[in-house]
């Protein structure tokens, strides 16, 4: 060894387990000519390497800069060590470290050379799971850490020898995935239909491409669980998909040829097309160009578009005749994903007539993830496939707490020092599949990130099942229990992401969330710190006539409003939409409210676009979560910087918006509705945060609720409020919706933790 080389330690934090992190480093060495070693261990990766100080220097930052696309790099350590010396660069066995953890990759969409791969490499021609370290399942696979093939369900695929080979060969871009197999050692297709099995998968493709062209279904095994596909261009194969399915009105999920294909039907700017063909392959919403089967978006000038992402999928699209197939959850109503073989064989196989699975079981259930962009923001509607377990970092140490999240859209999340870890998405805990499934999946959390628990947080409400799950944990655990308001955690999930202290004025719009009063809020007007805060106003309380009942008929809160605003003297029969109401419904409905009967009150900003969408009776009675918004953002013309007037009276009065809404509509100017009405709303928001500036200096907006994935009242927000010069906000790695609520609780636990100490 030369008398100016040392031995030199760094340290790597961060996304770099499963992204081709190792081999990386290995390849980066051999081009500096250096020797020593570089090892997984459980809380990062360890490089040694033997050299002068500014070389060790020069590779480090080499390290940050020159990373696989899917890592991230979150802190470099250069230190010396006494190691040493090396008889060349090596990648050594992975360690354990104590209850220490590193990041897991999320899932990673097949890569350009694999897809090359299936044509050119032996062993690999049209193998259906095709990877490399550049791509691959990791997430979905993962039992425990560190990232290494014997920890996951790949731990049963003996790699044959040329694999073999090439997993030991530090050159090879297949060195160390672990994941990697070929036609001769790896998991295989089988289709089961009609009580006969095949498996050849270029049979398998043929048949598929042969059901689809019929216009009948098949259920096949995903990454993350079953997915159910059909010809998105047949009308009838869609709609008989959706009756057999039972899912009434919900848009599907297309995905397309390639992205040429999917610009021919969707409009989809640069920053769009650059998401849709990123590794993390979400569903995109885009708006609709050119028409599918009617049935697939049911009336909605918007498709949730995806491109292919698994090798299987590249691999049918050759034989398709169709350029778009339908891709929908295979799962029950309302109930998680199916991963089990067995269950899809009894479940999916009335469904679709066709279930084609393999031998290699999902560890970790995760959906495809539903985005959305506005104003070049980034909406994440459903967090899952591409995107989990990434965390999200913190300035906070959340190390040790549980936060349960909400009754909806759940997701729960676990600190790990300034690192919180969100589930995927898990749903509506409402059901006994869906409760199973939050349950293994905090065990499942709790194993693979090492997990402790020394404090649990939950929501206020009393009769959440994510607040039971939590106050049974401090019990068994004999933990402190903190309970965090709704939208003062959705706040606090905003300014988490974006790093904010201090105080904010919060503004959080969404259907439904329990009040401090005991009324459900929603429409929500704050003063925020990531320990507490201040309820400054709000929309005028109204009725929700029969309880949940009003949510699944919007009418009922059409009625409510009018009921509020005008009095119980008003004609409600001179308006249309109540002609077609029975009328004994119709008078047992006010009656309810003249008494006060299963009348609770809410402000919930999410039931004030339920009623106007039933008064223009685009949708008087939902057939799933948010149409009537979802119809009502549909309908919106020509561009107008219309609004209807309001009143600021300690609260939000909203009597002169509904009585102009009344005026357009009875002079049949239906179509200018949607447009005032959404930017209404946005100027009721610019006019109450002017008003808590000025009587508090505070010049940051945070925006959060489920209401703000709407990307019309989103960007208008937006542009009212940056013109006027406030520093806005919003949920960028987390949803707006309840799936990001946990991480405000998370957030708001830690700090008073640390407030108290």
């Known amino acids: 060894m030369n008398a100016i080389e040392k031995g030199y330690e760094i340290f790597i934090t961060g996304l770099v387990q499963g992204v081709g992190f190792r081999p990386f480093i290995y390849r980066l060495a051999l081009s500096y000519g250096l020797t020593g070693e570089v090892v997984n261990r459980s809380d990062?990766?360890?490089?040694?390497?033997?050299?002068?100080?500014?070389?060790?220097?020069?590779?480090?930052?080499?390290?940050?800069?020159?990373?696989?696309?899917?890592a991230v790099v979150r802190s470099v350590v250069l230190s010396e060590t006494d190691a040493g010396p090396y008889g060349g660069f090596t990648i050594s066995p992975s360690r354990n470290i104590d209850e220490t953890i590193t990041e897991v990759s999320p899932d990673i969409a097949v890569c350009a050379e694999c897809l090359s791969d299936l044509d050119t490499d032996q062993g690999r021609i049209d193998y259906p799971f095709i990877n490399c370290t550049d791509c691959g399942p990791r997430f979905t696979i993962i039992r425990s850490l560190p990232y290494d093939r014997v920890n996951t369900s790949m731990a049963p695929f003996e790699m044959c020898q040329r694999c073999a080979s090439q997993y030991g060969t530090m050159s090879d871009r297949r060195f160390h995935a672990q994941p990697v197999a070929c036609n001769n050692c790896g998991p295989v297709y089988t289709l089961r239909a009609g009580g006969t099995e095949v498996t050849g998968i270029s049979d398998i493709t043929g048949i598929i491409s042969g059901r689809l062209a019929a216009g009948e279904s098949v259920a096949?095994?995903?990454?993350?669980g079953y997915n159910l596909m059909c010809d998105a261009l047949n009308e009838e194969a869609v709609a008989g998909l959706r009756k057999r399915k039972q899912r009434d009105m919900k848009p599907f999920a297309v995905m397309f040829r390639d992205i040429d294909v999917l610009k021919e039907y969707c409009i989809a700017t640069e920053e769009e097309e650059t998401l849709l063909l990123s590794w993390r392959r979400p569903i995109l919403i885009l708006r609709q160009k050119k028409a599918l089967a009617p049935s697939v978006s049911s009336g909605l000038n918007t498709i949730g578009a995806m491109l292919p992402h698994m090798p299987v999928h590249h691999m049918l699209f050759r034989k398709f005749s169709t350029p778009a197939v339908v891709l929908?959850?295979?799962?029950?109503?309302d109930e998680p994903i199916i991963i089990s073989d067995p269950v899809a064989l009894l479940h999916l196989m009335p469904v679709a007539g066709c279930v084609v699975s393999y031998n290699r079981e999902i560890c970790n259930r995760a959906d495809d993830s539903v985005v959305r962009m506005a104003a070049g923001n980034t909406i994440l509607i459903r967090r899952s496939r591409g995107y989990v377990p990434q965390p999200v970092v913190l300035r906070s140490d959340t190390e040790g707490i549980f936060a349960a999240g909400a009754e909806q859209k759940n997701t729960f999340c676990i600190g790990r020092g300034k690192a919180a870890y969100m589930s995927q998405y898990i749903g509506d805990i409402k059901n006994v599949a869906t409760w199973d499934f939050y349950t293994e999946t905090y065990n499942l959390f709790s194993s693979l990130f090492r997990f402790n628990p020394s404090l649990a947080v939950c929501d206020m409400h009393p009769e959440y099942l994510s607040g039971r799950f939590a106050r049974e944990l401090a019990g068994e655990y004999g933990l402190p229990l903190v309970t965090v308001q709704h939208h003062h955690a959705h706040a606090v999930s905003v300014m988490a992401e974006n790093s904010l202290d201090g105080k904010v004025i919060g503004v959080i719009m969404d259907g439904t969330g329990f009040g401090t009063d005991g009324h459900t809020w929603g429409s929500e007007f704050l003063v925020v710190s990531p320990s507490d805060f201040e309820r400054y106003t709000h929309f005028d309380y109204f009725m929700m006539p029969g309880g949940d009942a009003a949510v699944s008929e919007p009418w009922r809160m059409a009625l409510s409003c009018l009921y509020g605003c005008f009095g119980t003297s008003y004609d409600f029969t001179s308006i249309r939409l109540f002609r077609e109401i029975d009328g004994k419904k119709l008078a047992s409905v006010i009656e309810m409210m003249d008494r006060g009967i299963n009348s609770p009150l809410t402000c919930g900003a999410g039931r004030l676009f339920d009623s106007v969408a039933a008064l223009l009776q685009l949708c008087t009675n939902s057939s799933f979560d948010s149409e009537a918004p979802m119809r009502l953002e549909s309908?919106?013309?020509?561009?107008?910087?219309?609004?209807y007037p309001f009143s600021l009276n300690g609260t939000v009065s909203l009597t002169e918006m509904f009585d102009a809404i009344l005026g357009d509509i009875a002079r049949n100017d239906h179509s200018l509705v949607p447009g005032r009405f959404h930017n209404t709303v946005a100027q009721i928001i610019l006019a109450v945060c002017i008003s808590i500036r000025n009587d508090t200096g505070l010049d940051r907006v945070v925006l959060s609720g489920g209401v703000f994935q709407n990307s019309y009242l989103l960007e208008k927000s937006l542009y009212l409020l940056s013109m006027k010069g406030f520093r806005v906000y919003t949920n960028?790695?987390?949803p707006p919706n309840d799936g990001?609520?946990?991480?405000?609780?998370?957030?708001?636990?830690a700090e008073r933790r640390r407030l108290c100490v």
């Not at 096949?220 to 993350?224: A, E, F, I, R, T």
């Not at 929908?328 to 109503?333: A, E, K, R, Y």
């Open 44 to 70: 990062g990766v360890r490089v040694v390497i033997m050299c002068d100080s500014e070389t060790a220097g020069r590779f480090a930052d080499d390290i940050r800069k020159q990373a696989p696309p899917a």
């Open 220 to 224: 096949l095994k995903s990454v993350g």
């Open 328 to 333: 929908t959850s295979g799962n029950l109503s």
């Open 635 to 643: 309908a919106i013309g020509s561009s107008t910087m219309d609004y």
């Open 732 to 734: 960028n790695q987390v």
């Open 740 to 749: 990001g609520i946990s991480l405000g609780q998370l957030v708001t636990a």
